[in-house]
Structures are given as structure tokens and as C-alpha cells.
């Protein structure tokens, strides 16, 4: 009777474990960029230690492949998620012309002027229905880059010396804006940036301050524009079948992500950016220009015609409900 009741008991307990084995599920979450970048170690990782904690009762978790380990093509990562290669990936609109031209208004200049700015409007946007693009997917988030800025080993104190000047750009929008202000669009990879400045094959690049750094732009150049350029979208995104697939508690929780991130975004990578340029400020073998309002009205003449191309091929009003966020954001 014993032998009969640890076997029962035996066997009782393999069917838990298996049961359990079966429910659990690993969610891979594949990243193009590095896995030493600021972003990765500082904004991922905390949010799936995060996830992984508050999932662990449902048997659910994400696994990070950072590097591009899984798919090194940042033009590629959507396809990943709709082949099964990943679940869950990170995607730049921008990087692919045509496809999502609702978020192409984010990297207009003298709109956003901050990563807080830009990843809280494009996540609420977003969540709103306004911004097309992304409906086979799951958005789990939507966050932004700080603005733009011009890095160049030449002075820059005003649009007009940007004239001829060879500047790195990312993606078609990029490109328009420094053809407007005068500038020679070079269109490179981030890795490729410091490495073309130095060999002055180009003479600064379009970034942010933080990328500028971490990419080592600022070990070639000593001027700064700060003119409020644009700003730059990612999408967290997710095989919408996997998604539905799930728990509604570990849905809920991927609901949370969202704001997890952006929070994360403003609290490490703004403040990152906001000590750089402070640290520039103060090198007297820097400069750091910020342009007044006439240089920022011209600026905006001259860019004009570029945004209105982007408002012509977004959805109607996208660009006033843009500004109309961005109002509400900043009274907050």
C-alpha cells in the first residue's frame, strides 16, 4: 500500500513538473545594438529583471539577445518577429522609408525638444490609434532619442555654417533636413561615424548627445549645434499571435512595459545627455551653441518645405495633434 501511494505520489509530482515545464514560456527579445551600450545595460536589462519577477508566477519570462545575435540587420528586425525568429524586437521606423510615414514627424526639427518629450508623445500617440504603421504587431513600447544635434570639427554658429558642410545622416528625413540647411547629407552607419570625421572624408555628423559620446563622435569634433533638430523613434515590438497567446496577467504586464521603459528612457538616457552637454559647456575647448528664437525662426523657414512633405504623406492633422501633445506635455 506504501509502494502504491509513493508511486502515486511520484508520478503526481512528475505531471505537476510536467505541466509546469509545458506552461513555461521563454520570450526571446532580439536588439540589433550593443551589448555594452547604455541603453541595453541601463534600460533594457532592468526592465526584463523587472518582467521576469513579476511574470514568474505565470511561467513566463524574456531572455535578451543583444549584438544582433539573433539578426544584425536594423532594416530586418520586424520581418524577424513575423518569421518566429524572435518574439519581441527592437525597430527604428525611420530606417525604412515609406513604410511607417506617421513617425517621420518625430525627427522634424522644432518639435520635440527632449527624450521626454519625444518618448511620451510618441508612446501616448501611439496608444491612441494615431500613428499607422505597426498594427500587425503588439506594441509593447515606443520611446525617443533626445534631439538632435550637429557635432563638427568646423565652428558652427549659425545655419549658415552648415553651408557645404559634410554632416553623417540616418534615413531620409536626415537627409532632407541637412539639404535645407545647406549641409552635404553622408549617409553612414553609427560605428562608421567617428572613424569618416577623423579621416575628414566627412566633417561632423546629425545626432544626439548621447549617441554622439558613445559612438565616439566627440572624440573627433569640438563644435556643437544645439538646435533642436528632431528626435528619433524606437519600437519595441511583438509577434501579435504570441501576444494573444498569453496569460492575460503577462499581457497586462507587457501593457506596463510601455511606461516601464519610457520612465527609464527620461530617468538614465535624458539625464546622460543633459551631463554631457553641461560637460561640454564648461570645456573651454568646446563650444556649445544654442540658437535664439530669430535663428530658430530661421531654421524653421528653411525647413519648412520638408515639413510639409512629411505632413502631406502622414495621416491628416497627425502634425497639429503632434504639436497639440507636446503642449499638454509640457504643462504637466
Do not use: C
Request: hydrophobic content about 45%; aromatic content about 8%.
Amino acid at each position: 500500500m506504501l509502494k502504491r501511494t509513493l508511486a502515486g505520489l511520484a508520478v503526481g509530482i512528475a505531471l505537476t513538473a510536467s505541466v509546469t515545464t509545458a506552461q513555461a514560456r521563454e520570450l526571446t527579445f532580439a536588439v540589433f545594438i550593443p551589448a555594452a551600450s547604455p541603453t541595453v545595460q541601463q534600460i533594457y536589462e532592468p526592465w526584463i529583471e523587472w518582467f521576469n519577477e513579476e511574470a514568474a508566477d505565470h511561467g513566463v519570462s524574456i531572455r535578451m539577445f543583444a549584438g544582433g545575435t539573433l539578426g544584425r540587420n536594423p532594416l530586418a528586425q520586424a520581418q524577424m518577429v513575423r518569421d518566429g525568429v524572435a518574439d519581441i524586437t527592437l525597430t527604428v521606423p525611420s530606417y525604412t522609408p515609406g513604410v511607417y510615414p506617421d513617425y517621420d514627424i518625430f525627427e522634424l526639427p522644432g518639435f520635440a525638444s527632449s527624450a521626454a518629450e519625444g518618448s511620451l508623445a510618441a508612446l501616448e500617440m501611439q496608444r491612441e490609434g494615431l500613428l499607422r504603421g505597426y498594427e500587425d504587431f503588439h506594441v509593447v513600447a515606443m520611446y525617443s532619442s533626445g534631439a538632435y544635434m550637429l557635432h563638427s570639427r568646423n565652428p558652427i554658429a549659425s545655419i549658415e555654417d552648415v553651408d557645404g558642410q559634410r554632416f553623417r545622416v540616418a534615413g531620409q528625413i536626415q537627409t532632407a533636413v541637412i539639404e535645407a540647411l545647406g549641409g552635404v547629407p553622408q549617409s553612414l552607419g553609427a560605428g562608421e561615424m567617428a572613424e569618416n570625421i577623423d579621416r575628414g572624408l566627412i566633417d561632423g555628423a546629425m545626432t544626439d548627445a548621447s549617441v554622439a559620446r558613445t559612438f565616439r563622435v566627440t572624440d573627433v569634433t569640438s563644435h556643437h549645434y544645439d538646435a533642436n533638430l528632431g528626435v528619433l523613434v524606437f519600437a519595441i515590438v511583438m509577434n501579435r499571435g504570441v501576444y494573444e497567446e498569453l496569460p492575460e496577467p503577462v499581457q497586462e504586464l507587457l501593457v506596463q512595459s510601455g511606461e516601464v521603459i519610457v520612465e527609464r528612457q527620461i530617468e538614465h538616457y535624458g539625464a546622460a545627455i543633459e551631463r554631457n552637454i553641461a560637460e561640454w559647456q564648461e570645456d573651454p575647448d568646446r563650444t556649445v551653441v544654442i540658437p535664439d528664437e530669430a535663428e530658430r525662426a530661421r531654421i524653421a523657414a528653411a525647413v519648412q518645405p520638408v515639413i510639409d512633405r512629411v505632413a502631406e504623406a502622414a495621416s491628416p492633422g497627425l502634425i497639429e495633434a503632434y504639436v497639440e501633445r507636446l503642449e499638454d506635455i509640457r504643462n504637466r
